[in-house]
């Protein structure tokens, strides 16, 4: 009974196996990396839109200064009008030229802040450009990524239950090459490997001694004549299953 042919094709869906449990624990990775940037993109912009913020908050100040300033300059003329002395009225105008000094420095300050508003909110609308690329961006993503998951895991079903049926098949013709292969293949993938015909193992490239190619060739007779082999034979280096072309 063959064991070499049922023994590769296990091998084979463990191969797929492999390969999407990899997948499968890469994808919650990815999601993570994914919500990682947009995280940081919805940074920037909170970033942008404060900077903004803090500034019309400093505009809003100056101004309402100046504001302060100038109602008191009005209150001051009004009250000139009940001066009754020289000497008190010319500290009255030198009281409204000093203020009114105050009330332009405030008044130029937020004249001059207002001139990077522009800039400022450009970078606000260019962070929130980049949110919403990238909001509809994550969000499809993620949902490929989810969508490719539940693939992934029935497809990992499906083959743990082909698995099952070909397993049986190696063990049937023999107990002791599967449960060689199973220990193996945690450590060494591929755990079966070829011997070429200069008796090389396919799996470490180290040329064997001559009872290895004879003793896969004599499995190989026993197989042909219709009996059974006495369990698997491996490479004398890497401890691989061997077996000649088919
Ligand atoms: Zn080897």
Redesign the pocket.
């Known amino acids: 009974m063959n064991v070499i042919q049922p023994l590769i094709e296990l091998q084979d869906t463990d191969g797929q196996i492999r390969e999407l449990e990899r997948e499968a624990k890469d994808i919650p990775q990815r999601k993570a990396q994914e919500t990682a940037r947009l995280a940081g993109v919805n940074a920037a912009l909170e970033i942008a839109k404060s900077q903004l913020e803090t500034h019309r908050s400093r505009i809003r100040n100056e101004e309402a200064e100046a504001e302060q300033v100038r109602t008191k300059i009005h209150d001051l003329k009004i009250a000139q009008t009940s001066i009754k002395s020289n000497k008190e009225m010319q500290q009255s105008i030198m009281q409204i030229e000093s203020l009114e000094h105050d009330a332009e420095t405030a008044e130029n300050r937020a004249l001059a802040l207002s001139e990077d508003i522009p800039f400022l909110e450009k970078n606000v609308a260019s962070a929130q450009a980049q949110v919403d690329a990238d909001k509809g961006g994550v969000d499809g993503y993620v949902a490929e990524l989810d969508a490719r998951l539940a693939e992934v895991n029935a497809e990992l079903a499906r083959l743990q239950q082909e698995r099952a049926m070909k397993s049986k098949a190696v063990s049937d013709a023999d107990p002791r090459t599967l449960l060689y292969y199973e220990r193996l293949r945690v450590r060494r993938w591929p755990a079966v490997?070829l011997l070429n015909s200069d008796d090389v193992?396919d799996?470490?490239h180290?040329k064997q001694p001559p009872f290895v190619g004879q003793s896969v060739d004599r499995n190989a007779k026993i197989v042909e004549q219709g009996g059974k082999v006495q369990g698997p034979v491996v490479?004398t280096?890497?401890g691989?299953i061997l077996y000649r072309d088919l």
């Open positions: 490997a193992c799996g470490c180290m490479c280096m890497c691989r």
